[in-house]
């Protein structure tokens, strides 16, 4: 009897026997493994396609968003926020608006300050500017022509997503994350197709 079921157990009978039961065991971690891909890729793609969309949305309707990196306008907007620029017409800046302009000193950089004065010149008017955390207004007296962003409204630390957007170092992570999604879905597909076949063996 013994020897018979020593046979039984070390034959090819028993091989279906055995494999089957590891493909059960299988099936759960896959499973599980699946619905956390799913529910990771949603989230992902849901949150670049709502960025994405609501910076369509402001570019679309006149907005610019500016990162604000400097703390020259505490406590109106910190380090790191995101101002959002209207585009108006530059005969329209007030004393008291918030506007971003090209630093007269540096060329490229731009400076998000408020007007204290309009001094008309005979070249036109010039702005006087200062931050609100500076003890004095700034060294210049911008003219405007044509058009310029006023701060419509700002999100607190949004411009450190704006920032480092455009760094190499994080389009590289996009892309990164990207091409693991896309095959992520390859492999649940796999996945799929192999459970659906263990389903109707």
Not at 134 to 150: C, F, K, S, Y
Request: hydrophobic content about 50%.
């Amino acid at each position: 009897m013994s020897v018979a079921h020593f046979r039984r157990i070390g034959g090819r009978a028993s091989d279906p026997e055995i494999g089957t039961a590891s493909g059960a065991s299988d099936q759960p971690m896959r499973r599980s493994f699946l619905t956390i891909t799913r529910v990771t890729t949603a989230l992902v793609a849901g949150a670049v396609v709502t960025l994405v969309a609501a910076y369509a949305v402001l570019l679309v309707a006149g907005y610019k968003p500016v990162a604000v990196y400097s703390g020259s306008m505490r406590p109106t907007l910190g380090v790191g926020a995101l101002a959002v620029d209207r585009v108006v017409a530059a005969r329209t800046v007030r004393v008291g608006d918030v506007i971003t302009f090209n630093d007269p000193y540096v060329r490229g950089r731009l400076v998000t300050h408020r007007v204290v004065q309009i001094v008309p010149t005979k070249h036109g008017l010039a702005y006087r500017t200062k931050g609100d955390a500076n003890a004095a207004r700034d060294p210049w007296a911008v003219r405007l022509t044509g058009h310029v962003g006023r701060v419509a409204f700002h999100v607190p630390l949004a411009g450190y997503l704006l920032y480092y957007a455009h760094t190499r170092e994080v389009r590289g992570a996009l892309t990164a994350i990207i091409a693991a999604l896309l095959l992520l879905a390859i492999l649940r597909r796999i996945w799929r197709t192999e459970a659906a076949k263990e389903a109707r063996a």
